[in-house]
């Protein structure tokens, strides 16, 4: 799938490109951001608007249940392992390629953790390391024959998409399951955390988040760098702060149906893990040199080349951490239903990873994405399908929208992609 491109490989496309802090009234920001749009640099905005009206829209429709604290909450459960793995598929889109194994990666991955775990009798932590080595070892495989020997990778992931369903069939037998008890890792996707540890996470990063940005962005002023204004540094930290207080304290308060006899209230720990991966991945694409070569050889893979950039290597890592992060993906949705079966990681579990990527801003054809656009591609799918649920409509309903909107994002990048090429941003 790989397609040769001289699009901007900018890690921080996403972000308004504004001029130094000399010009920073809030004026200049807004013709700068504007600007970057008529241009064609649409971010994750089309995803947002749309996440937005689709939580207004079933909110009106179902007031009594879609925005209640309990169904909120369920949601973030519900669309966690799908981000998870959407997050892990975006490493590999940068590049213009595709992994549809992915998916049965997880499975077979929550198969073997299942084994060691319940039936020798291994403790958590080596369970999940288990886990995680069996997604690693596969995204070896499967780098090294697409790397190395060059075939395409939509046949390699093909085939380890077939093959891996046998896998898991032979660990766990037809229409067989493996029962997960373990509390910790029952807990990882369905337990909420305390409510004290949700606040603290929450001040504690933001503060850090706040500080790290100030101190970035003054760095590059000392050295004479393009930098973000300050005003525009306020009102991006100010509306982080706004917004992350405000889901703690919404999910803080009692959603239990009984509270007499459970009491249920918190953030769920899932966002905890989902967040700290979003903090990892983002520093690892931004912030490294590695990061910078999986966007320039996604927008110019021959240009990177001859630059001295180890194409097979970035390759071979983007498909590790790509089935790593679904092995991650394949222990969360075991965790949420108790047990891992051969259906784990079948089914639309693949189709919803790569649209959640895809609605989030992440383009098919490579160079360009972020790890916070799964993230929001995933909501955006999960919002459709719980708040299709609460209305009563049929799965083919939910299909059917969901494709929906996964065509009208790919419209928007492949708009966007000749409104860069027409302003000269690609």
């Not at 008890?181 to 337990?191: C, F, H, P, T």
């Not at 903090?279 to 110019?300: F, K």
Request: a positive charge.
């Amino acid at each position: 799938m790989t397609t040769p491109t001289t699009q901007a490989t900018d890690p921080h496309a996403d972000e308004p490109e504004v001029p130094p802090s000399s010009s920073g009234s809030l004026g200049d920001i807004v013709r700068a951001y504007f600007a970057r749009l008529r241009g064609g640099d649409l971010g994750s905005l089309p995803a947002v608007l749309g996440l937005i009206v689709l939580v207004a829209v079933f909110s009106a429709l179902r007031p009594e249940r879609f925005p209640s604290a309990f169904n909120i909450a369920n949601l973030l459960n519900q669309s966690a392992a799908v981000v998870v793995l959407a997050m892990g598929l975006v490493f590999v889109l940068l590049l213009g390629e595709i992994d549809l194994s992915a998916g049965f990666t997880g499975g077979t991955a929550a198969a073997v953790t299942g084994v060691v775990m319940t039936n020798h009798g291994w403790g958590w932590i080596p369970s999940l390391l288990t886990g995680l080595a069996t997604g690693a070892v596969i995204g070896t495989v499967i780098g090294l024959l697409v790397a190395r020997l060059g075939i395409p990778s939509f046949v390699v992931t093909l085939a380890f998409f077939l093959g891996l369903q046998g896998v898991v069939l032979v660990i766990i037998g037809e229409g067989g399951t493996i029962a997960y008890r373990n509390e910790v890792i029952l807990k990882l996707n369905n337990d909420p955390m305390p409510v004290w540890l949700g606040w603290t996470i929450a001040v504690v990063g933001l503060a850090l988040y706040a500080i790290l940005t100030w101190r970035t962005d003054s760095r590059r002023r000392r050295h004479g760098l393009e930098a973000q204004p300050v005003l525009l540094w306020a009102i991006k930290t100010g509306a982080l702060v706004v917004l992350v207080l405000a889901f703690i304290a919404f999910l803080s308060q009692e959603r239990s149906p009984n509270p007499t006899l459970k009491s249920i209230k918190g953030v769920p720990l899932v966002v905890a893990i989902i967040v700290a991966l979003l903090v990892v991945l983002t520093y690892l694409l931004d912030r490294t040199a590695w990061g910078r070569h999986i966007y320039a050889v996604g927008g110019n893979a021959e240009a990177s080349r001859r630059s001295g950039i180890s194409v097979a290597r970035i390759k071979l890592t983007c498909f590790i951490t790509c089935s790593t992060m679904a092995a991650v993906a394949g222990l969360l949705i075991a965790s949420r239903n108790n047990s891992a079966s051969p259906t784990t990681g079948g089914g639309t579990f693949l189709l919803y990873g790569v649209g959640a990527a895809v609605i989030g801003g992440t383009s098919l054809f490579g160079g360009k994405g972020r790890v916070s656009n799964a993230i929001i591609g995933g909501l955006v799918i999960s919002v459709i399908d719980n708040g299709m649920g609460l209305l009563r409509q049929s799965t083919g309903n939910v299909y059917m929208i969901t494709g929906l909107v996964l065509l009208v994002a790919a419209s928007v990048d492949a708009i966007s992609r000749r409104q860069a090429t027409a302003s000269g941003r690609a």
